[in-house]
Every structure is written in structure tokens, then in C-alpha cells.
């Protein structure tokens, strides 16, 4: 996300970008279907990645907006040629591995394990423990797809 909040930052957008936020949620959730997951539980996950995308983002951009932000410290990637994509492929392991991690992601007791220790596992800058277990809470929601 610090490459992202850069980009906007360096080019002026806006954070928020509600067109780009549908398009993602739309193909998240059609590779969702396609890997046999549930979609409305999918759903809540993948919005709740946005607002936490967003978070972070903003984050950034208050610590740039109060320490300053020096653009020659920093190579920005193209949004369209580099980051986008990117993120494209992280967003199709993500399903791919949830639709694996399944048994798990719904046993309570493994649950309460990663719970304790993501303060530990998953360190990231602007990433609070609140939005970690949240977004966890969100993963064990996760069911597969009910067939007709």
C-alpha cells in the first residue's frame, strides 16, 4: 500500500476511488465464485481489505504530510504498468489460497492461535493489531459456495 498511497500521493489523487473499488470487488468476487467460495462471505473480506487499504493509505499520507515527502527518496512504480498488476496477482493468490486454507480458516481453535499471535507474524507499517484480527474474523467467516 506504501507504493500505492505514493503514486497518489505524487499524482494528486484522491484516495478514495470508488470506480476502481467496484471494479476490484467485482473480480475478486468472480474469482471467488470460480474457486467455489461463498461470495457474500467473500464480499465482506474483500471490502474490508479496501478500508484497510485505505487506511494505510492515509496513514501515509498524514506522516508524509507532517515529516514531509521527498519525491527523490523515492522511485515511484507506475500505477497502471507495475502496481495494478501487482496487486491483480496478490488478489488471485489470495483466493486461490483461502479455497485451500478452508478447513483450517474455519476451525475455531487455529482461530484463536493466529489470533494470539499476529502481533508477532504480521507486521506491516500502519497495519494495527485491531485490523488484523478483524480481517481475520473476517477469514473464518469464509464458506464455500452452496451448490444447487
Known amino acids: 500500500m506504501k507504493a500505492v498511497a505514493a503514486y497518489k500521493w505524487s499524482e494528486g489523487l484522491p484516495i478514495d476511488d470508488a470506480e476502481r473499488e467496484d471494479i476490484v ?5 468472480s474469482a471467488s ?8 462471505s ?22 508524509w504530510k507532517s515529516e514531509g515527502f521527498h ?3 523515492w ?28 478447513p483450517l480458516l474455519q476451525n475455531k481453535n487455529c482461530l484463536s492461535r493466529c489470533i494470539s499471535s499476529i502481533s508477532v507474524e504480521l507486521k506491516t507499517e500502519f497495519l494495527e493489531d485491531d485490523m488484523k484480527i478483524k480481517l481475520l474474523e473476517s477469514l473464518a467467516r469464509i464458506k464455500a459456495a452452496q451448490h444447487a
Not at 465464485?33 to 457474500?40: A, C, I
Open 25 to 29: 470487488l467485482r473480480d475478486s468476487l
Open 71 to 73: 519525491q527523490d527518496s
Open 33 to 40: 465464485r470460480d474457486m467455489g467460495l461463498d461470495v457474500e
Open 42 to 63: 467473500m464480499r465482506e473480506f474483500f471490502l474490508l481489505q479496501i478500508q484497510i487499504a485505505k487506511q494505510v493509505q492515509s496513514a501515509w499520507h498524514s506522516k
Open 75 to 102: 522511485q515511484n512504480p507506475d500505477l497502471q504498468a507495475q502496481i495494478r498488476p501487482a496487486l491483480i496477482e496478490i488478489g488471485a493468490d489470495i483466493v486461490r489460497q483461502i479455497r485451500e486454507a478452508l
